[in-house]
């Protein structure tokens, strides 16, 4: 097993964070049933994921950070995205 590249995973923990931050606002996106920001949160999601599984396949141990990139990206999402119980989804028409 060849050395951790610093440098390599911190970018593989900000591309799984992002990865999962646009995951989150592409099924916010599909539950408000918008199509175009769906389409375009799916395709920068795609753009992304392919970045972290090109870095860590050369190295498991890269998938450690992914792990952590993935928890950072989806609480900050969450944390984004908080409403009030029974308050409708970001992106939902107004009642």
């Known amino acids: 097993m060849s050395a951790i590249n610093p440098l390599t995973a911190g970018a593989v923990i900000l591309a799984t964070a992002a990865t999962d931050a646009v995951y989150v606002m592409f099924t916010s996106a599909v539950v408000a049933k918008k199509r175009l920001p769906a389409a375009t949160w799916s395709s920068i999601w795609y753009m992304?994921?392919?970045?972290?599984?090109?870095?860590?396949?050369?190295?498991?141990?890269?998938?450690?950070?992914?792990?952590?990139?993935?928890?950072?990206?989806?609480?900050?999402?969450?944390?984004?995205?908080?409403?009030?119980?029974?308050?409708?989804?970001?992106?939902?028409?107004?009642?």
């Open 48 to 95: 992304l994921s392919s970045f972290a599984v090109i870095s860590y396949t050369e190295n498991w141990i890269y998938v450690l950070f992914a792990a952590v990139g993935s928890w950072i990206g989806a609480f900050a999402s969450m944390t984004f995205l908080h409403r009030p119980p029974g308050g409708p989804p970001i992106g939902a028409a107004p009642e």
